[in-house]
């Protein structure tokens, strides 16, 4: 009775200890403990907070002993040492150092993460604690906390009407983004009611984000995982399913480039996104500089090119461009295309271990892990989302490079 109640709260504190990392990385410690730029109020205080995640991480890691994985924990590993030896050439040695050790960091938590929990379990604990953070959110909206309003700088209301809100996440567009993941894992819900009333929430949420981009995802990845399951359903390879997605996205960005515009404005749009065309092409003119390597792992608006490329855009003088709002882009212009075609790799690895294991019979919770990285290859055409340390969608594709594919629970394969 003993041993089985120090189980029950061995297996919550572990439980408590990754959500309160996956919340950290959402931006709960951006959140509570820098300002509206993400410059922390206290940066001591900032980085022992990380530090501690970070040093509980290693020591459960190391805890556990051998791991099946550890080729591919190794893998990853190379990334982020890769990511902290750009320094070497890095236009801002220092910054890449100090953010390429700390994406680095976040390797051993997702070693220990797909060794504690199996992948029902881990997308379970994703999905409790997004729709957490998105309740607490709420509560704290409607108690008029501003530490959850977003500012916009276009002065721009939610899709309800009202003026924007990011919660206790680092961006309204990512808040939106991860209660769309959640509503995407919905089924790991058992009880239809509390499954309807908390996607009512999470959609709720989205609307009050302001986030178009959000909500465009949210219907890609929810189509995404019907084509998945009829692709499996009429006995399609993985290798063809892959190639056909690979086509379409291939078709639709070069409709994008030549069309995009002439459609936007036929609509009555804005046909730069926002500026988002005006970066990317910035970006591109960055990368072309430095193809190979890149400027150094988020180093390169350190340097002068970048200062005086700000000054030059009339769209930005008011604006402090983070990135190039495309995961893509900014990847290259950090550590070169290899990065780029590596952590695509990466990610292509673990759908083709997920569209498997569905296909081999196993929980259709691999058909939605398998959606929701097709989604996170869409989405880093609008977002930031690729190799960015200490962030949660860096760290859900860490998490299933190691764990896509393995999992006990089966289907029932006669009702489908």
């Known amino acids: 009775m003993s041993s089985n109640r120090r189980l029950s709260v061995s297996s919550v504190a572990f439980a408590l200890f990754a959500a309160l990392y996956l919340a950290s990385s959402m931006g709960l410690a951006a959140v509570l403990l820098a300002d509206d730029r993400g410059v922390a109020n206290n940066p001591v205080l ?3 907070y990380w530090g501690v995640l970070y040093g509980a991480s290693i020591f459960l890691y190391a805890m556990g002993g051998a791991v099946r994985v550890e080729r591919r924990v190794l893998l990853l590993a190379g990334l982020g040492f890769f990511a902290t030896a750009s320094a070497l050439w890095s236009v801002s040695s220092a910054t890449s150092v100090k953010y390429g050790a700390s994406l680095l960091m976040n390797v051993p938590f997702c070693a220990w993460l797909v060794r504690r929990f199996d992948v029902p379990q881990l997308l379970r604990l994703v999905y409790w604690t997004i729709l957490g953070m998105v309740v607490v959110s709420l509560v704290l909206s409607l108690a ?24 206790l996440f680092n961006h309204k567009i990512t808040a939106g983004l991860y209660a769309a993941f959640a509503l995407l894992l919905s089924t790991v819900v058992k009880s239809k009611a509390v499954r309807a009333i908390a996607g009512a929430v999470l959609f ?64 009555g749009r804005d046909p730069t996104l926002t500026g988002r065309t005006v970066l990317w092409g ?17 180093a390169y ?3 002068i090119d970048a200062y005086w490329n700000l000054m030059s ?42 569209f498997d294991a569905y296909r081999a019979g196993k929980d259709v919770i691999h058909a939605q892990l398998a959606a929701l990285i097709l989604t996170i290859l869409i989405a880093g055409v609008f977002i930031n989302v690729f190799l960015v340390y200490n962030n949660f969608t860096t760290l859900l594709a860490f998490v299933a490079f190691l764990a896509a594919g393995t999992g006990r629970p089966k289907r029932n394969l006669a009702h489908e």
Not at 146 to 167: K, M, Q
Not at 315 to 343: K, R
């Open 282 to 298: 910035w970006g591109i003119d960055a990368f072309l500089q430095r193809p190979f390597l890149g400027w150094g792992y988020q």
């Open 144 to 167: 008029g906390a501003d530490i959850v309003r977003y500012i916009d700088i276009h002065d721009r209301d939610d899709l309800l009407g009202n003026e924007p809100i990011r919660g």
């Open 204 to 267: 709720f949420f989205v609307l009050r984000t302001g986030s178009a981009s959000a909500l465009a995802l949210l219907a890609i990845s929810i189509a995404l995982v019907a084509i998945v399951r009829f692709a499996v359903a009429s006995g399609m390879s993985t290798r063809r399913f892959a190639a056909i997605f690979a086509a379409t996205a291939l078709a639709t960005t070069v409709a994008a480039v030549f069309l995009g515009g002439p459609v936007l404005e036929f609509l």
């Open 46 to 48: 900032f980085i022992v």
């Open 313 to 354: 855009y009339v769209q930005f003088q008011n604006y402090d461009v983070p990135h190039f709002h495309n995961a893509y882009i900014q990847t290259a212009v950090d550590l070169g295309i290899f990065a780029v075609v590596a952590y695509v790799a990466l990610l292509a690895s673990a759908f083709s271990r997920s």
């Open 301 to 303: 608006f350190e340097s």
